[in-house]
């Protein structure tokens, strides 16, 4: 039996001087090298964004713990799961302008709990008859996996675009708005861009999609949930998927699956690659096509 990997997904916004910054940068990355910790830590000024894995459960625990106490902050909410395989390369600690980039640091969250609806509290809102507008915040290659039902989806290439698609989609302002994301971080910032705009009543969803499949398996959200990570995308019980892949063509989300034109073998692509006629599975089969010129199909 395939051993499980520990995940655990979290945020926060706080205030860490550059000094300070500088000194937690350095000492989580000791940590994830020595405990054996993989994923992506990223730190600024505003706060802390991680999304990081272990064989151990006992060593993702530890880590939760050292984050709270340097952190001094132990409301920090760690959304976990579990995975067969390997779900990051890499042990990345970085210091950043932006632990969500908006290319707004000047916006800076106030955590309003009236705000924020729990899992229970947003589905119910979802089946209530009352008029509303929910609004997916991601960009459009993690729509692609899934969405709530009825949700908008604002074709954002990346979330700095947010702004720009607020401004052009003439939303009535006084008509409740429901936005998500992934894990709830996006919203965070992606709601004082609403309320700049005059829009009254805005809820976020607490936790994210993440929070939401972990209740409500099979209910609102249709599809599966794009990741930042090897597993891609999980599905309605939080386990990963099984239909969709990375897309070697421009490293989007891709579900069709398609032949490469060296070595003919099998692979998920997205849309926009799968008519090119030499697309191939990887970088070397790549070169060899540049070189040697289409070996299968067309």
């Not at 802390?48 to 459960?57: D, F, M, R, Y």
């Not at 990345?92 to 309003?112: C, K, Q, S, W």
């Not at 607020?166 to 008509?175: F, H, I, Q, S």
């Amino acid at each position: 039996m395939a051993h499980a990997w520990t995940i655990t997904s979290f945020y926060r916004f706080l205030d860490l001087e550059p000094d300070r910054l500088d000194a937690l940068v350095t000492e989580l990355s000791e940590v994830l090298r020595e405990q054996g910790i993989w994923g992506l830590v990223i730190l600024a000024t505003e706060g802390i964004n991680a999304t990081v894995a272990a064989e151990s459960p006992d060593t993702i625990a530890r880590f939760k713990m050292l984050v709270c106490e340097r952190l001094g902050d132990d409301g920090i909410r760690f959304k976990d799961s579990t995975s067969e395989i390997k779900p990051f390369r890499h042990q990345n600690v970085v210091g950043r302008t932006e632990i969500v980039t908006l290319r707004r640091p000047d916006l800076h969250p106030d955590d309003p709990e009236s705000s924020h609806l729990s899992a229970r509290e947003w589905h119910a809102m979802l089946g209530s008859p009352e008029p509303k507008i929910v609004l997916d915040t991601r960009n459009r290659y993690e729509t692609v996996a899934g969405k709530f039902r009825g949700a908008i989806d604002p074709g954002l290439d990346a979330f700095s675009e947010w702004g720009e698609y607020l401004d052009r989609a003439e939303l009535p302002t006084d008509v409740p708005v429901m936005i998500y994301c992934t894990g709830g971080i996006r919203c965070e910032k992606a709601i004082l861009e609403l309320r700049a705009r005059g829009f009254e009543k805005v809820y976020q969803l607490r936790d994210g999609i993440l929070g939401y499949l972990a209740e409500f398996p099979d209910g609102e959200f249709e599809g599966e949930c794009f990741v930042f990570d090897d597993r891609v995308a999980l599905d309605q019980h939080l386990q990963p998927t099984t239909r969709f892949g990375i897309c070697p063509g421009c490293g989007l989300t891709g579900s069709i699956e398609t032949r490469c034109a060296w070595c003919g073998g099998r692979f998920l692509a997205c849309e926009d690659c799968t008519p090119r006629p030499a697309l191939t599975c990887c970088k070397t089969c790549r070169d060899r096509v540049g070189r040697h010129g289409v070996r299968f199909g067309a």
